[in-house]
């Protein structure tokens, strides 16, 4: 399993956001991994099997998404900042999303 996971939930919809782009970014900006939702909204495979304490940064690709279904949304991607801490066997990132507003927190 990859050390970084996420799910993005389309609100409006009432589903699982398929096909959002994902990236995963170190502090400094160099790409660790990138990877799409499938039909469950789910990514499971992003970046490197472990991580060094820092931070990091995933980038959803929203505004796509919403593009892609004929929507217009505000957000044209949405950024979450984290800090990786040491000991910690792995990071799962949920993504709440209308094409006017987002949620977030540190799932398991």
């Known amino acids: 399993m990859s050390y970084i996971t996420a799910h ?11 096909g959002v782009e994902i990236q995963l970014l170190s502090a400094v900006g ?8 499938d039909a469950d909204g789910r990514v499971a495979d992003l970046g490197p099997e472990t991580l060094e304490p820092g931070d990091y940064r995933v ?8 593009s892609a ?29 209308s094409p ?3 949620s977030t927190y540190r799932g398991s």
């Open 59 to 66: 980038i959803f690709g929203t505004g796509a998404y919403f």
């Open 100 to 102: 006017f507003a987002y």
């Open 30 to 37: 160099q790409q660790l991994g990138a990877a799409v939702t």
């Open 8 to 18: 993005v939930l389309d609100a409006t919809a009432g589903t699982p956001a398929r």
């Open 69 to 97: 279904r004929g929507q217009e949304s505000f957000h044209p991607v949405v950024t979450v900042d984290f800090t990786v801490k040491a000991g910690e066997a792995h990071y799962h990132i949920p993504l709440l999303l």
